[in-house]
């Protein structure tokens, strides 16, 4: 196998119009299967090309890690003929990919039914904060928002009553609805492929966001009448943590009754066979707050190492508890050589993560480096069709831009 091999999504035109994180992760993932993605900013740019260091304005760590294998078109729709030079790409366009709120985006003249009649076959996925359908409709929504209204900063008081809500430290409703993105818009796609038929795809992000964490916290609610509490009690026992170890910290998780009772004979604690909290998995369930507590009492009795050797040895399934600081180095994310060193032709040497998913025979690839604000600009254009006199015509007018707004 090599990297010379065609994506998955080879041949697939994506224009992406989305802003921030969500639609621009959806778009990646798009790209880094083989997808010719071409991001579609404004004069303003997106406000993550300022979100953390850089070398130079608009290449912050955010924008980097979210906009490779993607070509840069930057119009100002307010300007004689940037309406029409996009048009011109939708046409050769497979997806129109955004998260412009629905009235904003008719405004541009660029809701469904208009680009439908463009490119009467084109996948139209259109992420937003809340379903259309539904109380909040049309409302702005960031990470923050919908992890409040989804219950995510509250799972914490499913452990201790007492915590106050807390945010989880990473996006994860953006990201989270990225991924719903991605595979919704590939699903359309397979559609079109045996139909010929294009359509609407609708990704809000509460509905993606609770449905990813009530797979397990629904819990006894999911039947009517409730069988028992809201969250799965493994997940929310206040013993379920990274233990502390002589000099750091662990995971540990037994699965199996065997495993339970050999971690907990490794760690000094007498258990029979015919314990009756290890000999079923349903005795298992009834007893974790317990069970954990125990390997909590034992662990701090021996090193890191040392418990990765013993726990390994037995096939208990155990990792050590690495800081962030520490992924770049960490053994298994360097034998599969996971961060890649590469270098962009305007901000040095930059790190970029693999696409995680493995394809025998459409391998995922990065081929770009993330682009500057309307570093192709010409480039798009020209492959749309637009004369050389009218690409040039745009640039004089100021409907085409190539430079970034002060920050």
Not at 310 to 330: F, H
Request: net charge negative; aromatic share 8%; hydrophobic share 40%.
């Amino acid at each position: 196998m090599t990297q010379s091999r065609r994506g998955a999504l080879d041949g697939v035109r994506v224009i992406d119009m989305s802003t921030v994180l969500l639609g621009p992760y959806a778009g990646q993932i798009l790209g880094d299967l083989g997808a010719d993605v071409i991001r579609v900013e404004s004069p303003k740019a997106d406000m993550t090309r300022w979100a953390g260091p850089s070398a130079h304005p608009g290449f912050s760590p955010i924008f980097m890690n979210c906009n490779r294998n993607k070509r840069s078109l930057c119009l100002d729709l307010k300007k004689d003929g940037a309406l029409e030079a996009l048009v011109e790409l939708i046409r050769t366009a497979d997806v129109f990919l955004h998260n412009v709120r629905l009235e904003a985006i008719e405004r541009l003249g660029l809701g469904y039914e208009a680009v439908r009649a463009i490119k009467p076959d084109i996948v139209y996925v259109h992420c937003v904060g809340f379903g259309s359908e539904g109380a909040f409709a049309g409302r702005p929504a960031y990470d923050d928002l919908v992890q409040a209204a989804s219950s995510a900063v509250s799972l914490n008081r499913l452990i201790d009553p007492d915590e106050e809500p807390r945010y989880i430290a990473t996006l994860a409703a953006d990201k989270t609805t990225g991924l719903h993105a991605a595979y919704a818009t590939m699903a359309a796609l397979f559609h079109r492929e045996r139909t010929g038929e294009g359509q609407f795809v609708e990704v809000p992000m509460l509905e993606s966001f609770a449905s990813f964490l009530m797979i397990e916290h629904m819990n006894g609610h999911t039947w009517e009448p409730p069988q028992g509490d809201y969250g799965y009690h493994r997940i929310i026992n206040i013993n379920r943590k990274p233990y502390r170890t002589k000099d750091g910290y662990i995971c540990i998780m037994p699965y199996s009754t065997d495993q339970w009772r050999q971690a907990l004979r490794l760690g000094g604690i007498p258990i029979t066979d015919d314990d009756p909290r290890l000999q079923t998995m349903g005795g298992l369930a009834r007893h974790f707050r317990e069970l954990y507590g125990l390997l909590c009492e034992v662990t701090s009795t021996r090193t890191s190492d040392e418990w990765m050797t013993l726990l390994t040895e037995q096939d208990i399934p155990v990792m050590r508890v690495n800081r962030v600081e520490d992924l770049k180095t960490e053994e298994h994310l360097s034998s599969v050589g996971f961060f890649e060193e590469r270098e962009h032709p305007t901000e040095g040497v930059w790190r970029s993560m693999r696409q995680p998913v493995k394809f025998a025979q459409t391998p995922a690839s990065v081929r770009r480096d993330p682009p500057g604000l309307g570093e192709h600009n010409r480039e798009v254009l020209l492959e749309a069709g637009l004369s050389a006199e009218t690409v040039s015509a745009l640039e004089a007018s100021g409907a085409l831009h190539s430079r970034l707004p002060k920050d």
